[in-house]
């Protein structure tokens, strides 16, 4: 079975770093890994925070802008997300988003970045 795998979440003080990454499973070149979105407590809509193509041409939410970055591995089908000078508003749940076979959209399980003050 295809899927998302992501890792590297955690608790952070404000100002650190962390790094996440996306990887696919299974058939893992059949899913282009696009997209990292976030969804913080008690908001029900997934925030975009950053997207990159195949060309590694990238775009980020204004609130993120010149502290994280996206990555990608094309040899590993991996993306990652290097943050920066995190803030508490920063703590969500972050999913990373592909799509595959016949636009088939994939998410990940979500993995958690706390961001204490």
């Known amino acids: 079975q295809v899927q998302l795998v992501e890792s590297g979440g955690g608790l952070v003080q404000a100002g650190g770093s962390l790094r996440l990454s996306c990887a696919a499973s299974g058939s893992i070149f059949s899913i282009d890994i696009k997209r990292w979105y976030r969804q913080a407590p008690g908001k029900q809509q997934r925030e975009l925070v950053a997207?990159?193509?195949?060309?590694?041409?990238?775009n980020y939410a204004d609130s993120v802008k010149g502290r994280f970055t996206i990555s990608r591995d094309n040899a590993k089908n991996t993306v990652y997300l290097q943050m920066n000078s995190l803030r508490p508003e920063d703590s969500a749940v972050y999913y990373c988003?592909?799509?595959?076979?016949?636009?088939?959209?994939?998410w990940g399980q979500g993995t958690q970045v706390t961001v204490s003050s």
């Open positions: 997207s990159i193509t195949s060309d590694g041409i990238t």
């Open positions: 988003y592909g799509v595959g076979v016949f636009s088939r959209s994939y």
